[in-house]
């Protein structure tokens, strides 16, 4: 059972882009929802968290999208770069855990073409 | 600052053959943890740590021994190997002082195969 669903399962766009990923809990408890980036060959970085407390959080060229009541949330790249091209995870945890253990999406492959 | 270390970046076992997976941080967090990621199934936690002397289960545990006699390492055992351990493994490492949330940091993982 998938605690937390990630789509598409992979995702090309051409530079410039602005590449969208979605995903989605059922856990209600969950109350903290960050993005982890993964490079070919290296383990998983931070990219972006937010908190269901706020709609929307921008970092950079990256934004959170936060929708309590459907229990979903997105990942938008803006002026996406070949850079970018990257796995992204969506993860979930619980403020009672200390927002350790976290619940892993499936990941998205992401290519921006130049 | 070598942050979060892992040893073999690589490793062949056979089936039954046991074997110890490193790792180590210098960053003194509380928090350690154990993934493995397998395609089309993101990350899923193995074992976890609150600090030395504590340890518990995650979500995939069986197969998997772990113990925490210091702040730095939290090595993995793998009992005796089967081919469905055959995976990437991530430890991770964060600090649990945080009150909006945990940024978690992963070593370079090892990837095993089990013949």
């Known amino acids: 059972q998938q605690q937390v669903k990630q789509s598409p399962q992979s995702l090309i766009v051409q530079k410039g882009g602005i590449p969208i990923i979605n995903c989605a809990y059922e856990n209600t408890a969950f109350d903290y929802f960050p993005w982890y980036q993964q490079f070919p060959g290296k383990g998983p970085a931070l990219l972006i968290a937010?908190?269901?407390?706020?709609s929307e959080k921008k970092e950079g060229r990256f934004t959170i999208s936060f929708n309590k009541s459907a229990k979903q949330f997105s990942l938008h790249i803006m002026d996406s770069q070949p850079g970018d091209s990257a796995t992204y995870f969506c993860a979930a945890s619980r403020a009672n855990t200390g927002f350790q253990k976290l619940v892993f999406g499936t990941g998205t492959r992401l290519l921006v073409s130049p | 600052n070598a942050g979060v270390t892992q040893t073999p970046k690589f490793q062949v076992l056979k089936t039954g053959q046991s074997m110890t997976l490193q790792c180590a941080q210098d960053m003194n967090h509380e928090y350690m943890s154990w993934y493995r990621q397998d395609p089309g199934m993101g990350l899923r936690l193995i074992h976890y740590?609150?600090?030395?002397?504590?340890?518990d289960q995650g979500e995939v545990p069986n197969g998997y021994n772990v113990s925490r006699s210091t702040t730095e390492d939290f090595p993995l055992r793998l009992l005796s190997a089967a081919p469905s351990q055959t995976s990437v493994y991530f430890c991770a490492s964060s600090s649990i002082s945080g009150t909006s949330g945990s940024e978690q940091y992963f070593g370079p993982g090892t990837r095993l195969t089990v013949t």
């Open positions: 937010i908190r269901p407390d706020v």
């Open positions: 740590s609150v600090g030395a002397g504590i340890t």
